[in-house]
């Protein structure tokens, strides 16, 4: 059965702490995702991944950074964490080898609070 | 700019009639288009991927067509079931690299 795993459930952390949100798949996907989501303003792309060590920004980079350093890790960062980053946060992997597309398979998600 | 809109935040049925969602996009020429199911506090779980070339699709009870010229799709569940209950999300990808943006949502609720 595939799988996407993220570290946390439930988060809660200090405004202006470093927060890792860690997020692993067995699926040796090509692609991984990391959302944001907000009631009324649904999932919002932050940062997405095709390979190893390559990244693009999403919608809502600001005050994030992410790390791929194997295939099946991708790491969201908030650098100094702030409370408006209070949010479910949701992984996702998708297999994209080629341009072909195919199905997101997503975490169960975190909830960070930020206090 | 590119934007997805799902034609509502909710949307109520009796059980046993169709539900019908719409998913209408601007800016974008995909080559799929997705839909997801997510019940509160979990994550989205695919449910049908449909192609350009395809109009239409079924998997049981659901349905989706694809109309390019009028960049819109629309989600069908047939003998909707209280169990259906639950926000439904069209995907679309904006580049060849598989970037995938979501609409915001339609909320499902069937009642008895």
Redesign the interface.
């Given at each position: 059965d595939v799988k996407?795993t993220q570290s946390s459930r439930y988060l809660v952390k200090r405004t202006g702490e470093k927060v890792f949100l860690e997020c692993v798949q067995d699926m040796d996907h090509?692609?991984m995702?990391w959302?944001r989501q907000d009631p009324?303003?649904?999932?919002r792309?932050i940062y997405?991944s095709?390979d190893v060590k390559m990244k693009?920004k999403?919608d809502i980079p600001e005050g994030y950074s992410v790390s791929r350093e194997k295939k099946e890790r991708f790491s969201l960062i908030l650098e100094s964490a702030s409370t408006n980053q209070t949010s479910m946060y949701?992984c996702?992997s998708?297999l994209?080898a080629g341009?072909i597309?195919?199905?997101?398979?997503?975490?169960?998600?975190t909830r960070l609070t930020v206090v | 700019s590119q934007k997805i809109e799902q034609n509502s935040?909710a949307l109520n049925i009796q059980e046993g009639k169709t539900a019908t969602l719409t998913c209408n996009y601007t800016n974008y020429s995909p080559?799929?288009l997705?839909w997801?199911r997510q019940d509160p506090?979990?994550?989205?779980?695919?449910l049908l991927?449909i192609r350009e070339n395809e109009k239409e699709k079924r998997k049981e009870r659901l349905k989706v067509t694809f109309d390019t010229t009028l960049k819109q799709s629309l989600f069908h569940i047939t003998a909707s079931q209280p169990a259906d209950s639950a926000t439904y999300?069209c995907?679309l990808?904006s580049s060849?690299?598989?970037?995938?943006?979501?609409?915001?949502?339609t909320q499902l609720t069937v009642w008895p």
């Open positions: 996407v090509e692609n995702f959302y009324g303003l649904g999932l792309l997405f095709y693009e999403g949701l996702a998708s994209g341009g597309s195919a199905e997101a398979f997503f975490g169960q998600g | 935040e080559a799929y997705q997801y506090g979990r994550g989205p779980v695919f991927l999300l995907a990808e060849t690299l598989g970037r995938l943006y979501f609409g915001r949502g």
